[in-house]
C-alpha cells in the first residue's frame, strides 16, 4: 500500500536494467511478431501445407526453445552472469529471419523457427533471473509487468507494420517474403541495444564453495506450482490456432493480423497495472481470475462466434496474458532465491514449454479429426483444472518474496 504522504514514483523499485531489457525485447517482438501471425498464412496460403504441419512446426519450434531454458538458466547461476546469455539469445533469433526469406517449403520454415526459439531459450530464463535481480522484490510484480508492457507493444506494433505493407501489396507470396526481410531490422537493433547499455545484474552473489554442495534446486512449492503450470500448459496450444480460427469465421489476411495487434494491444495496456495489483493484493488472486478468463476465452472460440464477438475474445484473451505470463515469473522469483532463479526460471520455461508441443500437436489433431471446436473445448478443460488445483495447493499464505 503507498504511505501517507509519501510522493509515488513510476520507477520506484526500477533499476536501469528493467527499462533496458524491456527495449530489448519490444524491438526483438517488433520482428517476432511481424511474422508470427503472417507464417501459418504463409504456410497454408503459398506453401500449402496441412493443419497438422502449422501445429506440428510450431510445437517443434516450441519444445526446441523449453529444452535449452532450463540448461541456460543453470549455467548462467553457475557462472553468475546472466548478460552474455541474454545477448547470444538475441542475436541467434536475428539469424532465423533470413532463413523464412528463403523458405521454398514447410521444412525451411521449420528451420527458421527452431533457430528463432533456439535464441529465445538461451536467453529467457537468465533474461528473467537478471530482472528479478535489477529490482526491489517489493516492486517485483511491477517490473516483470513493465518488462512485459514493452515487450508486448512490440508485439502489437509487429502486426501493423505487416498489415499496413499488406494493404500497399496485398496478400501475396511476395509480400510476405518482403516482410521477411524487414524484420530483420529490429531484430538488430534490439541485439545492439542490450550489448552497448545493458550491464550484469547488480545483485547476483559472488560465487562461494558451498554452491558446489549437492542440495535442493526448487522448493516444494515451487514444485507443485510447475505441476499447476503443467496441467495448464497442455492445454494451451500455439495462438497459431485463435488466428486461424479468426480466418474460418470470416477475418480476411489485414483483418486476421489486426486482431492479433488488438490482442497484443490489450495485453500491453494490462501487464503493469495488473503487475501493480499482484504486488499489491497478492499473485494467486491475478492467476486465479486469468486461468478463467483463459478458459472463458477458449470455450468462446470453440463455437464459431460472429466477426465483431471476436473482438471481444481477443481483447479478454489479453488481459488473461497480462495476468499470467509476466505474473508467474514474479511468482517463481518469490518462491526461488539468487543462487538458483535461473534454474528456477528454466525449470518453469521448460516445462510449459515441452507441454505445449503436446498442446500444440493435439490442437492440431483433434481441429483435423474432430473439428475447429475441438481443441478449444479441450484447452478450456486443462485451465479449469489447473486453476481448480492451484487454488486448492495454494490456499494458505501467499509467498515473501526473496531478494
Known amino acids: 500500500m503507498f504511505e501517507p504522504g509519501r510522493k509515488f514514483s513510476f520507477f520506484q523499485g526500477l533499476g536501469r536494467n528493467v527499462i533496458i531489457l524491456g527495449a530489448a525485447s519490444l524491438l526483438t517482438d517488433v520482428s517476432s511478431q511481424m511474422l508470427y501471425p503472417v507464417i501459418p498464412l504463409f504456410l497454408t496460403g503459398v506453401l500449402h501445407a496441412p493443419m497438422s504441419v502449422v501445429g506440428l512446426i510450431e510445437g517443434i519450434a516450441e519444445s526446441t526453445a523449453s529444452l535449452l531454458k532450463v540448461f541456460s538458466g543453470w549455467y548462467s547461476d553457475r557462472l553468475r552472469r546472466r548478460t552474455p546469455f541474454a545477448i547470444v539469445g538475441y542475436a541467434v533469433s536475428a539469424v532465423g529471419k533470413p532463413i523464412l526469406f528463403l523458405a521454398g517449403s514447410w521444412p ?9 526459439r ?12 537478471m530482472l528479478a535481480a535489477s529490482c526491489d522484490p517489493a516492486h517485483r510484480g511491477k517490473a516483470f509487468g513493465l518488462h512485459k508492457a514493452m515487450d508486448t507493444v512490440g508485439a502489437a506494433i509487429g502486426p501493423v507494420i505487416a498489415v499496413l505493407v499488406m494493404a500497399v ?36 552473489p559472488a560465487r562461494t564453495r558451498e554452491d558446489d554442495c549437492p542440495g535442493p534446486a526448487i522448493s516444494p512449492d515451487l514444485k507443485k506450482f510447475l505441476v499447476v503450470l503443467g496441467i495448464f500448459a497442455v492445454g494451451n496450444s500455439s495462438n497459431a490456432f485463435l488466428l486461424l480460427k479468426a480466418q474460418q469465421a470470416g477475418f480476411s489476411a489485414p483483418f486476421v493480423i489486426l486482431s492479433y495487434a488488438f490482442y497484443n494491444l490489450v495485453h500491453s495496456l494490462m501487464a503493469m497495472p495488473v503487475g501493480l495489483l499482484s504486488d499489491r493484493l497478492g499473485r494467486k488472486k491475478v492467476m486465479m481470475a486469468g486461468f478463467v478468463m483463459f478458459s472463458a476465452v477458449y470455450f468462446g472460440f470453440a463455437f464459431t462466434p460472429a466477426p ?5 475474445l481477443f481483447g ?29 526460471m528454466g525449470l518453469m520455461q521448460t516445462v510449459t514449454g515441452i507441454l505445449a508441443f503436446v498442446a500444440s500437436a493435439v490442437a492440431g489433431i483433434l481441429w483435423t479429426r474432430l473439428g475447429p471446436w475441438a481443441p478449444f473445448l479441450y484447452g478450456a478443460a486443462c485451465s479449469l483444472l489447473a486453476g481448480i488445483l492451484f487454488a486448492t495447493l495454494f490456499r494458505r499464505r501467499r509467498p515473501v518474496p526473496t531478494p
Not at 108 to 116: I, N, T, W
Not at 308 to 312: A, D, G, I
Not at 322 to 343: F, Q
Request: aromatic share 10%.
Open 169 to 204: 501489396m496485398g496478400a501475396s507470396e511476395r509480400t510476405y517474403r518482403l516482410l521477411f526481410l524487414l524484420a530483420i531490422i529490429p531484430a538488430v537493433l534490439g541485439v545492439l541495444t542490450l550489448t552497448f547499455l545493458a550491464r550484469e545484474a547488480p545483485h547476483a
Open 316 to 344: 479478454l484473451y489479453g488481459f488473461y496474458s497480462a495476468a499470467t505470463e509476466g505474473i508467474w515469473k514474479a511468482y517463481i522469483a518469490d518462491l526461488s532465491t539468487p543462487t538458483n532463479r535461473g534454474t528456477a
Open 308 to 312: 465483431w464477438m471476436l473482438w471481444v
Open 118 to 129: 533456439v535464441g529465445k531459450g538461451l536467453r529467457a530464463a537468465p533474461r528473467d533471473a
Open 108 to 116: 525451411l520454415v521449420l528451420l527458421a523457427r527452431v533457430v528463432d
